[in-house]
């Protein structure tokens, strides 16, 4: 069946809460003062050890959200990082990397794929079955591109989907990033999109694979 996907356009940028982070800082100074002066020592220790194991909480919770820049390429040619959560087999989606990839011609193509242990697995610790998931779906994504005269090498990345396209994008110098994915909640963008579209530096493409039901793609 063909491939329906359709690109959501978003030009949302990270912003940093200052006057946020300002709040609750003076809030919790102010706690601990009031604290103190109503309850003497006794009540101010108590609750300057609340407000520490609430802001160590909070911290430990925060994700990272600094820029994700890749180095410079030094050969002139454009590179694309195609990360893939599913095989892509054909369709809508192969047309768009070979859009993206001008037909394949001087482009370097480096195929991502998440490793991918389901629950189970990772309880008993048995996280090959995952790898092996996630290289044969390499292997398909790879021939399919392969057919359509592109020509790719690929990679096994952390299940973590940001945090694979950040570890991978330290050393390849990519020009554009493509995602490929289906958010599990029916959602038109996962969280994984939201966030390297406003970390990543270079042009980004999300390509939301809905089957097979109709489905969206977002840039």
């Not at 940028?13 to 100074?29: D, K, N, Q, S, Y």
């Not at 990543?200 to 977002?218: E, G, K, N, S």
Request: proline share 6%; aromatic share 2%; charged share 25%.
């Amino acid at each position: 069946m063909e491939q329906l996907l359709v690109e959501i356009e978003d030009d949302r940028g990270l912003r940093l809460p200052t006057l946020r982070v300002v709040a609750i800082v003076a809030g919790t100074v102010g706690s601990i003062i009031a604290a103190f002066y109503l309850g003497g020592p006794a009540l101010g220790m108590a609750d300057a050890s609340l407000c520490a194991g609430l802001l160590v909480l909070m911290a430990v919770r925060l994700e990272p959200r600094l820029p994700i820049v890749p180095p410079a390429a030094r050969d002139g040619r454009a590179h694309l990082l195609l990360v893939a959560s599913e095989p892509l087999e054909g369709g809508a989606a192969i047309d768009r990397v070979i859009e993206a990839t001008g037909g394949g011609s001087g482009v370097e193509v480096l195929v991502l794929a998440p490793h991918q242990p389901r629950f189970a697995e990772r309880w008993a610790s048995d996280l090959d079955r995952g790898q092996q998931r996630a290289q044969r779906s390499l292997v398909l994504t790879v021939a399919s591109l392969a057919k359509a005269g592109i020509d790719a090498t690929a990679r096994v990345g952390d299940e973590d989907v940001v945090q694979a396209v950040d570890d991978q994008l330290r050393n390849y110098p990519a020009t554009e990033v493509v995602l490929v994915d289906r958010p599990a909640d029916g959602t038109a963008e996962s969280a994984a999109a939201r966030q390297l579209r406003s970390r990543l530096r270079i042009p980004f493409t999300h390509l939301v694979d809905m089957a097979p039901r109709a489905r969206t793609a977002a840039r």
